[in-house]
């Protein structure tokens, strides 16, 4: 049986490969960190890392972390209903709440587990899940696994969601479905005027943070704060796996009683592990930080600011983002290859993306700015792509 199986999988992959679509993965030896080493033995700067508030290597974290180690041990061995939940799940619940300014929280491994499990125990096929076509896969997925009519309108279009809500009018429920912040483009949600449409139409609004929670807003609450909806969002969900420290874990927030029903029918939430105490424990101490200082946020606007504004000077054509991905735009997917490649030998880390990743001729270098990232970084990067841009003829 399997050797007709495997020369299929032989020959899918070499297609891939063919295409030009085989992902290769770099190997780092070091934490996660702006300035990171490569198993090449290279030395290079990292801007492509969901890194955003440069808390993956974090002191305060570690060292809640290891404490947790010490103190509460390993890992759970058990679904949180069972004999998987401490006090400082509980604890990190109520701190997400607290940061989003919701009423309540449930955590799950990671937000792929969050979008996963947050629709099935909702809605029924009587309802309807109205969602942006660039939403994430998981919520993708999400939506796949709950019987509720869909409905779907293109990236950020108000007329197209207005007009799936007035076709949704039959249905009991209605929810509308978004990414916070689109992360090929680094666009934000126009949640001001979905929240208004959803309030015209009779429908709920549920908005997924990861690329937005710690970024957007002064004090990077995200959309909600950027929009001035706090509280006024059904359900939020989000990731501890990027701006907040970067490790895993991710979660639902928002209405008591949404979180409520997700405690008792959600799959991803009583069929799989708790996470770690130590994660627990770090994301507890990240939320403290959060609500002491901004100086992280404050940083990470500077930086970003900077680093538009500099490459814009420079010449190149740089998408409108509210976040901080900044996507370079070059348009032809073999010179996003063939740049990403230069910059690497500069010491500069990005990933060129192209079609199917982004649209057809719409192939960039995605750029991700950080807290991490100090002024010569900035300084360093911008030099290599204007040096890089000229000798590939993207730049005068
Ligand atoms: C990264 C991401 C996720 C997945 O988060 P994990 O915690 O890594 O599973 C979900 N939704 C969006 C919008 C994301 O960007």
Redesign the pocket.
Known sequence: MYTDFQSYLQTTLKEIEEAGLYKNERVIVSPQRAAIKVNTGKDVLNFCANNYLGLSDNQELIDAAKKALDERGFGMSSVRFICGTQDLHKELEQKIAEFFGTEDTILYA???DA?GGVFEPLFTEEDAIISDALN?A?IIDGVRLCKAKRYRYSNANMEELEECLKQAQAQRYRVIVT?GVF?MDGNVCPLDKIHELAEKYNAMVMV?E??SAGVVGQTGRGTTELHNLRGKIEIITG?L??AFGGAIG?FTTGKKEIIAMLRQRSRPYLFSNSIPPMVAAAGCAMFDMMARTNELQDKLHANTEYFVAKMKEAGFDIKPTQSAICAVMLYDAKLSQQMAEKLLDEGIYVVGFYYPVVPKDQARIRVQISAGHEREHLDKAIAAFTKIGKELGVIK
């Open positions: 990671a937000c792929f979008n994430h998981s990414d992360s997924d990861s690329h990731t796996g990027k991710g």
